[in-house]
């Protein structure tokens, strides 16, 4: 077949795969490796581009890491908080060091131990964020650790790559290392003294041609990627930094949204190639290392995750569904193998090893994920003997409150403001310790608690208040919280926060006196506005200037949505 025959028989067998995935309720990521494995010299061998494919896949890698680098800055870096970054550290700390001695059980050298060990370390951020923001959980504080342990693994990765570079022949001297370092850090100033000089004085200029905008993005990733290929590091640490000196212009969320097209066709051929390079498949030597891989993968480092959350005096709950959540291994993981084979320091029949266990690993959390909820009441008891005792009564609680408002960041603060004046009658109460403590340095009374714990509901005497307030959105947590209540109480004031119309129908048939619908309470707030206002732009003036205030209080605050998190969202 001639190449672009080829070509195309690819991208119709992978998008009939791919739907075929959707169908299933399965990442298309799988799709797209299964395509390749079967079109593969192992199967059908339908495809002998590989070269082509290659490049391909070069630059979706290299698109990849300029579109994650763009969402990198260090102001939101620095804003994920210490608890986050620590986290972090002792997560990838703890996974890379037991990945590494499970490897030498498991009989592979200290080069390819070391590979493996921090491959597993890290876990798919595509994948996890797609499927939590598909759970509609993207207001809860567990999505904020996994979010936060998410960056950080990047962050590593990104400096795993830089190693990976400088190690020759399966070693690494320190002069050599040191000296490709140093390069690498002159020349990343170089290009940070360029971009931060240079390019904010380009804003105009570039705003007055969005295509022209698009082909220089492309040009500075691209471009950067090579120079840092040709020094002796990887293009994938030059065009993670390409992105990264952008991060801070005023148009870098706009060139994300250009690339976005680009890189998801690029990124596809990537996983193709994965799949093309699966190659002889001896599972009578391959089994052992796949299924204890699968349950460091599946299970040891979900574990770790969680017992540091609740070290760090998160309830069992958070811990437990942040865990689950991170249960596979990365995007990130498969590029730094792939990096691996390229420099000779592993062989391809681990890259297939790794790769089979990319899909399996990524199948199964998806399941796991889903059904986190129906999950996790196996695990409860067993988790509650190492919750943090001292954090979870970290303030006292007494008989009875006439308010009671559970969620106190974004939403709860407004309910805040307007309950303060209550006194010792209005206890709020959130199960983020940070939240918490924001509060008590406010002078604010409060209480670290689960909506979902009856003990915690029986202490505070939750049926006996005359409102109720929940901004949590999770509308299991809600229907569990009313139900209480309604139990002995069916003439206190119950209010709800709900995103979904069914699921804030339902609260109502369950007893609420009333559901918060925000985007619906927002949309009829303006009309409102308008109407009142009619043409007199004057009118709107003084809310304007109100609510620009408000917005910047709640920003300082940090109730924001970060602008990388929304972006890793619609990847």
Not at 313 to 323: L, Q
């Amino acid at each position: 077949m001639d190449l672009f025959t080829e070509l195309s028989t690819v991208i119709v067998f992978t998008a009939a795969l791919a739907g075929i995935m959707r169908l299933l309720k399965q990442p298309i990521v799988i799709g797209y490796i299964l395509s390749g494995l079967l079109l593969g010299p192992q199967f059908l061998n339908a495809f002998q581009a590989h070269e082509l494919l290659s490049v391909f896949s070069e630059l979706g890698i290299a698109i990849l890491l300029f579109v994650v680098g763009l969402h990198l800055s260090p102001s939101e870096i620095k804003g994920m908080g210490r608890p986050v970054l620590l986290l972090g550290f002792f997560q990838v700390l703890a996974s890379v060091l037991l990945g590494f001695f499970l490897c030498r059980a498991l009989g592979f050298s200290n080069v390819q131990s070391v590979y493996v060990g921090v491959a597993l370390a890290f876990s798919s951020t595509i994948i996890v964020l797609k499927l939590l923001a598909d759970k509609k959980d993207t207001e809860k504080l567990y999505w904020r650790l996994t979010l936060g342990i998410l960056l950080f693994q990047d962050i590593i990765a990104a400096v795993s790559l830089i190693f990976a570079s400088g190690m020759s022949d399966g070693s690494a001297s320190f002069i050599n290392l040191a000296l490709l370092l140093g390069k690498g850090v002159a020349l990343t100033l170089v290009v940070f003294v360029i971009a931060r000089s240079l390019l904010p004085k380009l804003s105009a200029f570039f705003a007055k041609s969005q295509e022209y905008l698009f082909i220089f993005s492309l040009a500075w990733g691209l471009g950067l990627a090579f120079l840092f290929g040709y020094i002796g590091l990887s293009i994938e640490i030059g065009a993670l930094i390409a992105g990264v000196t952008l991060s801070s212009t005023s148009y870098s969320q706009e060139i994300g949204a250009r690339l976005r097209t680009l890189r998801d066709f690029f990124v596809v051929m990537f996983f193709i190639s994965l799949g093309l390079q699966i190659t002889d498949l001896d599972f009578s030597t391959m089994l052992i290392p796949l299924l204890s891989l699968l349950v460091f993968t599946l299970l040891v480092k979900p574990t770790i995750i969680t017992l540091f959350l609740l070290a760090f005096g998160y309830n069992k709950k958070t811990a437990f569904f942040a865990g689950i959540s991170l249960g596979q291994i990365s995007e990130f993981s498969m590029i730094l193998l792939l990096l691996g084979v390229k420099l000779g320091h592993i062989d391809t029949n681990l890259l297939s090893l790794m790769t089979i266990l990319a899909v399996i690993s990524i199948t199964v959390s998806t399941y796991l994920i889903m059904y986190t909820e129906k999950l996790y009441p196996f695990f409860a008891p067993l988790l509650h003997k190492f919750e943090h005792k001292k954090v979870k009564r970290e303030s006292s609680i007494v008989s009875r409150y006439d308010v009671l408002l559970f969620g106190c960041n974004r939403v709860g603060y407004d309910f805040i403001n307007v309950f303060k004046k209550l006194g010792s009658g209005f206890l709020p109460i959130d199960f983020d310790p940070d939240i918490i403590a924001s509060l008590q340095a406010a002078g604010i009374n409060c209480v670290y608690g689960d909506a979902e714990d009856v003990e915690f509901l029986d202490d505070i005497n939750v049926s006996q208040a005359k409102l109720v307030v929940s901004t949590i959105p999770d509308y299991e947590a809600n229907a569990f919280l009313l139900n209480e209540i309604r139990k002995t109480n069916t003439d206190s004031m119950v209010i709800l926060l709900s995103y979904n119309i069914d699921e804030a129908i339902s609260l109502y048939e369950k007893g609420a006196t009333y559901v918060v619908l925000p985007h619906f309470i927002g949309g009829e707030f303006a009309a409102q506005l308008a109407e009142e206002a009619g043409f007199d732009i004057s009118k709107v003036t003084q809310k304007r200037d109100e609510h620009i205030n408000y917005l910047l209080e709640r920003k300082r605050l940090g109730h924001a949505h970060p602008v990388w998190a929304h972006n890793i969202i619609n990847r």
